[in-house]
């Protein structure tokens, strides 16, 4: 959910907001907005029957989304945005009880999952632990589907879809993993490597070098121990697997063993707003992936621009209300 940025002046007022707020809220990290979603602000239906481009029928991809109570409507509104472009792979998952019983007791016409590794109740009152949980779950249920042999888009719901570009696209590229630019939150990677990406938007091959990447990021926040048919049953492991999943995943790309290689060296930023706009293509240093961040303008993460960005997929503006962003964004692109 909620997309990629953070820059040092907003760190004080999140902190300041965290802890005023007792709320749960779906996966994201710490530096994306934390507006709390208003329920029946957006007027979602859910349609029982899709349009599906004859393109998008035969796609391994599966489209993840995960939310929470909290962002029950925002989902809906994702999962109905697609299904209206033509979608019929994406699949909302569940993650907390309350998310659960409301999709089960609304019979609303989707396709959902319940997230089998739920994070621990008694840490509600920390959000931010709680959302690292969230985050370190989501990973291990990505690494599930690769397991069980899907190619996966995870995406924030609340990212704003534009059009049907054909999921074939992805899967008959050269590349292996595909990444959204973020701003400059992980701030230090930023400042080293030039960008970040989101954690909150990357497509993923079904192939076992990705598996084997996934799987250390999985690691990396202490997941791997959960398994979908053994839920929790001790609060120590329930515990353990937490973590702030783009810290993990840019800190991956920058350095250690699966340091990816460039194909060309990324300046570093005259300052925290000095944002890359071109695409990037590189290759793991363990693994041997290839990965490419898309362009800026493909997958947009910036501040709202006077004109809608060419080529644009996606959108995840900055300083947007969550509730509103579809409605602003179809307003610039004149959709």
Known sequence: MFPCFRSREQIGILLLIIASTNFLLAPSDLNHEVTRPQFGKTNVTINQNHNVPKSNRFSRTKILGFADYNYREYALRWYQRLSDLGYSEQVVVAVDDAAVDFFRKHKAQIRWEELPYKPCTTWNEDS???????????WKYVYDQLLKGHSVLITDVDNVFRRNFALQNLEQSEYDVFHAYSTSYPTHVFEEMGFTVCGGLSWLRDDSKVKRFVR??????????????????????????????????????WKGKHKVNW????SKPANLSDFPFEGLTGVSSTTKHRIKVWDRSFAYRAKMPNVCPIDNWVAMPLYVDRADVVQVWSALCGD
Not at 128 to 138: E, L, S
Request: charged share 35%; hydrophobic share 25%; aromatic share 6%.
């Open 128 to 138: 931010r632990i709680y959302r690292r949980q969230i985050f370190g779950r989501r």
């Open 216 to 253: 250390s990021l999985v690691n990396r926040c202490n997941c791997l121990e959960l398994q979908p048919d053994k839920p929790d049953t001790s609060d120590e492991l329930c515990k353990k697997c937490y973590c702030d999943d783009q810290i993990a995943l840019n800190e991956m790309l």
């Open 263 to 266: 194909d060309h060296e990324m």
